[in-house]
């Protein structure tokens, strides 16, 4: 479809949209949100957007009441649907920063994983957090003001009008004979951003014209040039080296997935011919391999080929803590296929293999391959790791050890990148 028939507000709109990808409209009822939904439902009459819905955060307000009833009204004439939360603490003190917490909360909270949440928020309000922040006295990070996108909660958030000036949003609504609810506590002077909106940037543009639209840029242009930005070059970079070349908006989401989600949950994305793992703050790329084949234990030193990156050493020695030689022949590898338990001696109850690894320092990739050692149909050992006493003997006796292979001549196995870096 084209995007000749629609208005240029809703063309800057278009180019947040990603296909396949769930949108929900946070809607306060105020200029800003209310012309973010109507671009929303032009770009869905004219075919170019698919499903998106809305959100309404009710402070419990006099006003927040009838702004509820003003959006529930707006979406019932233009068939959106939209789901309405009230805020379910009492605020204080601090209104501003409280309520704006229980905000993000909530629309996290009330959002599926997968989809979306787009602010309203433009260029003025940029250069307000600007001034607010330099106020503040906080470092070039907190200076870069509001992202494009961001993630917080585990949840996606999208704000399409942050380079558009609030006069040229009011001017959209106008022309398309829309209202809107003005929310009585943004005169309020007792909040400081309200004081710069009201009189520090008006005052400003009295002796520079620009200065709402220089501010704003001056947050973007230190936004792109913030440390996660850094990150996610030095990230990108890093793919390239085994040769995985990805536009910079996908190594973003990919970085920023992977930056954001809790210290202690593990990830596995496949990516090109490799997965990605990450564990804590450490992510692993390693190449794709199928699981290896029951293998038979030899009683000499050898060195056998598990995958395409994992062997494993075997060392006959005289004297030394390893596998019996009378158990030998009666030893196979075997991978893991999940529920298996060990008892490491008659003094201990049976562990889950699970467990016993999730309890190792050793790389996440490694757990899911971690070959284990069969005495006929009974795990007696992890290689290089733990063993069943009762099969152990310090004579005469094979050790095992399990090796990584990071990278051959030609080609890059397994690399590794620091999120801290």
Known sequence: MTTRMISELAKIVYKSVKPNTPIRVALSGGSDSVALLMAC???????????????????????????????QALCHKHTIDLTTVAIDKTVTSNHEAQWREARYRLLSESTPMMTE????????????????QALRGTGTNGLSGMKVKHIKNQRTFVRPFLDIANTAIKQYLISKHIEWVDDPSNKSREFKRNFIRHDVLPLLESKWPSATVTLAR??????????????VDQFRQWLLKANINLDKSHCTD?????????????????????????HKRQISLVKKTKPFKPIKLSSQSDTMILNEWLTLETQKQQIGYGIGDQYINDITIRPRIGGETIQLSARQPHKKVKHLLQNMEIPLYLKEYMPLIYLGEKVVGIPGFALDDSICSSMQSIQLKTVVLEQTYQRCLIKYFDLEK
């Open 117 to 132: 949440i787009w602010l309203g928020h433009h260029q003025n309000d940029q250069a307000e957090t600007f001034i607010l």
């Open 218 to 231: 001056t947050a973007s242009n230190l936004n792109t040039e913030d440390p996660l930005s850094r990150s």
């Open 254 to 278: 990919l970085f920023m997935q992977l930056h954001y989600s809790p210290i202690d949950r593990s990830i596995k994305i496949p990516l090109a011919d490799y997965f990605l793992y990450k």
């Open 41 to 71: 439902h032009e770009l869905q009459s004219h075919g170019l957007m698919s499903y998106f819905d809305a959100i309404h955060i009710n402070h419990k307000t006099d006003h927040s009441n009838n702004a509820q009833s003003f959006c």
